[in-house]
């Protein structure tokens, strides 16, 4: 069961007042719901929620994303797929979002794939903090790393090389200080700076879970500065021989930074670790992809290869298929995922227009008119098996086939296509 510090929504769910009229949302205190929608209307195209008023009042829209996000009671916002239906769904809702997190990012999670076949399900933060607490108290058994770097400045002492342009400049009759720009070895360099930026992120989930841990990390970084430019710090992570006890806390600063930061812009930022909903489920299905492919073939996620058409010469209209399986330079099989239900009003819907003419493009450029495709869509309670492939009557041996991609256990029906398309046994996996 939860703990009490964790409040649970639902993906495209709703968050309300205590005090609202507003029924079926996630109910917050007045406090919190006051920032969050401080920070909502601030920045109102770029947050992942939403203010919107109708004749029931108001409420705090959530979009299509899923994670955690710390409120300012110190109470965590726990953002899960809304997949599932029953009294179990929240339990099912958490499995699958740690198996997604767990194969789409680029750490080798398997603690939450543990976690996700435990009887009681922890919240995501928990998991993912605990995990990065004692991956970085492993690494800083051994030190910060530290390194020399050129530092100018003031010094009552000449060290280094005077600056002498500045230093003339310096109209006093007698200098008490010298211009100087010296060597100096510090601890500030740009692993150090993004694990103080990463930290710094994950304290408001895990001061009132792990304060003493927490304490004696942030005893350790108290004189590192956080990083103001962190593509910048990242692109200058060392890779030498000296850093290469850092390269586990690289994966882990990325997931919880870019997390962190991409959907929640502004000044009022609040912590959060929040996922787009399309992206993760598309990493999801492109790791699982990778791990099924036999040897000598690959999987080209976003290929850029064919254009719908040409203008003077010049290519026109990309297209970009989520998945392409090329063998030899050849294109044998499209994939495309779609974070979408094919369930409206309680009935399974027609298969989408848009969806057939995109993925007839990519067919008719990518394989040439012949060939099997699929589009895979998350599995759930309304779709449980996949439909009857449906066939172009332009180009009969040209097939799309929706797929139901389980995020509780294997993709057996994944699997499926592969072997069909490949013409052959794809890999066994224990993951996917």
């Not at 006051?34 to 009042?57: C, F, H, M, W």
């Not at 194969?103 to 990065?132: C, Y």
């Not at 502004?266 to 929040?274: D, E, F, S």
Request: charged fraction near 25%.
């Amino acid at each position: 069961m939860p703990d009490k510090a964790t409040l649970l929504a639902f993906e495209g769910g709703s968050v309300v007042s205590e005090d609202s009229p507003y029924m079926g949302g996630t109910q917050v205190s007045k406090e919190d719901y006051r920032v969050l929608r401080a920070a909502i209307l601030e920045s109102p195209k770029n947050y992942p929620l939403q203010v919107t008023v109708d004749s029931r009042g108001e409420r705090l829209s959530i979009g299509s994303f899923v994670g955690v996000l710390a409120l300012r009671s110190g109470k965590v916002l726990e953002i899960v797929p809304k997949c599932y239906e029953g009294l179990d769904k929240a339990k099912r809702s958490r499995v699958a979002l740690m198996r997604m997190v767990a194969r789409s990012g680029p750490l080798p999670l398997r603690v939450l794939e543990k976690a996700a076949q435990a009887p009681s399900i922890q919240p995501l933060h928990q998991i993912l903090v605990q995990s990065f607490l004692d991956t970085l108290e492993k690494v800083l058994v051994y030190g910060l790393l530290s390194s020399y770097s050129s530092v100018a400045g003031r010094r009552r002492v000449l060290k280094g090389k005077l600056e002498a342009s500045k230093q003339v400049r310096e109209r006093t009759p007698i200098p008490l200080t010298f211009q100087t720009k010296a060597q100096e070895y510090r601890e500030n360099r740009p692993e150090n700076r993004l694990l103080r930026s990463a930290l710094d992120v994950v304290v408001p989930f895990a001061d009132w879970i792990f304060p003493a841990r927490i304490g004696r990390i942030l005893e350790y970084l108290k004189d590192i500065e956080p990083s103001r430019d962190i593509p910048a710090d990242f692109r200058a992570w060392a890779t030498d021989r000296l850093a290469s006890r850092y390269s586990p806390l690289e994966p882990w600063c990325r997931l919880i930074l870019e997390a962190a930061a991409a959907p929640l812009p502004g000044k009022r930022r609040l912590p959060g670790l929040l996922f787009p909903m399309e992206r993760l489920f598309e990493s999801y299905v492109g790791s699982c992809i990778t791990e099924m492919v036999p040897k000598g073939y690959n999987v080209v996620a976003q290929s850029r290869r064919r254009h719908l058409g040409n203008r003077d010469g010049k290519p026109v209209a990309l297209l970009k298929p989520d998945f392409v399986i090329r063998r030899e330079g050849v294109d044998i099989s499209v994939i495309d995922a779609k974070w979408k239900s094919l369930v409206k009003e309680g009935e399974m819907s027609e298969a989408s227009s848009s969806d057939l003419y995109q993925l007839y493009a990519y067919g008719r450029s990518y394989l040439g008119g012949k060939g099997k495709m699929a589009l895979a869509i998350p599995k759930t309670d309304s779709f449980k098996e996949d439909l009857a492939p449906i066939i172009y009557a332009v180009d009969p041996d040209l097939s799309v086939r929706y797929l139901p991609i389980n995020l509780e256990g294997p993709p057996l029906e994944l699997r499926e296509h592969l072997s069909e398309s490949l013409r052959g046994e794809v890999k066994e996996t224990q993951l996917c």
